[in-house]
């Protein structure tokens, strides 16, 4: 009788009515079952696509949940053994199942090794990898092993499955290629905590207590001392009061706002800031800069149009305009016809910025600029959906 069939009966009707006769069926079931994982793992594959397909049968013939093997052994033998004869037909049919693990279909694409080469699609071979799944598989399997069956432990040395490379995020790009560019002029880079203080998000930066920027309808906060940052200027504050002045210094990183998501708006988002503080710094030190910067990014054709703007922090205060990416600036439905669009924000600091950063805005002057990287990809990329960035869609992903 084949074990189909000795499946297909109930232990009473195999005439089965001992522990011992429990036990001879169960490791006739798993001599098959090796057997079969082994001649798949022999006979290897020509195609990935082949291999996929022949794991994928062996493992819905023993592990589907309607008609697999398993399955069946589950309905047959244990849900209608005599009572005296259950304990041991789950003890071994709990063994099996675990067993059965071996044939999942990761295992044995890790087990089926071997260059894969279809003609067509040639294949390299994995690095020799040992993942944390494939160690548990070959781990269980030594443990049958050991448990005095006789089937060989899996080889621990065989290559790995290989697994397609990922890319760095659009966003994280666009920020390295920020920061490049103001490293290569003398800048340093900065970091600092996402969870702020009160004082150096708003308290610091001149930020009014009437300022609406302050109310929980703008702000996340995590208590009333305590908050999400709404900008990386705390990281300025912070490395004035570290490092003194002379500081050249950006500060990339995540920030926060209170806002409902839509195409333009995310309650988590990236900036970058950046801050020049020296002795004799000019206004005409930061149009010169951020000109130099916004023809690096965009492109030497590109022009800056800087115009007046208010910010607590700097004074006087400034709004960076470039001209229109897609009409060159002659005017279309992105720049409102107008040739130009608003990108960044800038300034000279404030002498009380200054001051509470310990520098003596008497000896030192220096200006700050801020962008959204989202806003800045959006434009190098062409996307019209903030969204876009965090949804991890690898069809959108892979475009960059
Ligand atoms: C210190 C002193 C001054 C940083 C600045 C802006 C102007 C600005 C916005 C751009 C778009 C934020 O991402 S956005 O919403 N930022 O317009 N930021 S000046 O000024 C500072 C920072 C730190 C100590």
């Not at 001649?39 to 309607?66: N, Y």
Request: aromatic share 10%; charged share 25%.
């Amino acid at each position: 009788m084949s074990i189909e069939e000795k499946i297909g009966k109930t232990l009473a009707v195999l005439g089965v009515s001992d522990a011992q006769g429990v036990e001879s069926l169960f490791a006739e079931v798993r001599a098959t079952m090796e057997a079969e994982r082994q001649q798949l793992i022999a006979h290897g594959a020509s195609s990935e696509k082949e291999r996929d397909k022949a794991c994928k049968a062996l493992r819905d013939r023993w592990l589907a949940r309607k008609g697999g093997l398993v399955s069946l052994i589950d309905e047959n033998w244990l849900k209608k053994a005599a009572k005296d004869l259950k304990p041991i037909v789950g003890k071994k049919f709990n063994e099996l199942r675990g067993f059965a693990a071996c044939v999942e279909v990761e295992q044995l694409r890790a087990l089926m090794h071997g260059p894969l080469d279809d003609g067509d699609h040639p294949v390299t071979p994995p690095p020799v990898n040992v993942s944390g799944q494939m160690l548990k598989a070959a781990l269980s399997t030594q443990r049958f092993a050991s448990a005095g069956n006789e089937f060989a432990p899996t080889d621990l040395t065989l290559p790995g499955y290989s697994r397609p490379l990922g890319s760095i995020h659009p966003i994280t790009q666009v920020m390295r290629e920020i920061e490049d560019i103001f490293l290569g002029l003398g800048f340093r880079i900065e970091t600092g905590p996402e969870v702020e203080s009160v004082y150096y998000n708003f308290d610091a930066l001149n930020i009014p207590e009437s300022h609406p920027s302050r109310d929980d309808v703008d702000t996340l906060y995590v208590d009333e001392r305590t908050l999400l940052r709404t900008h990386t200027s705390p990281v300025q504050i912070r490395s004035m009061e570290n490092y003194g002045a002379p500081l050249y210094i950006v500060a990339p990183g995540k920030v926060y706002r209170h806002d409902n998501p839509d195409a333009s708006h995310s309650p988590m988002f990236h900036q970058i800031e950046g801050l020049a503080v020296d002795r004799d710094i000019t206004f005409a030190d930061l149009k010169g800069t951020l000109d130099f910067f916004a023809r690096k990014f965009f492109g030497e054709r590109i022009r800056t149009r800087f115009s007046p703007s208010y910010f607590p922090f700097t004074e006087p205060s400034g709004q960076v305009d470039i001209s229109c990416v897609i009409c060159d600036g002659q005017g279309c439905r992105t720049c409102k016809e107008s040739g130009w669009v608003e990108v960044m924000g800038c300034g000279m600091v404030h002498p009380d910025v200054l001051r509470h950063g310990g520098i003596d805005p008497e000896q030192f002057t220096g200006w700050a600029f801020g962008l959204g990287v989202e806003r800045f990809a959006m434009m190098k990329f062409g996307i019209n959906d903030i969204q876009l960035f965090y949804q991890s869609d690898v069809r959108f992903l892979e475009q960059f």
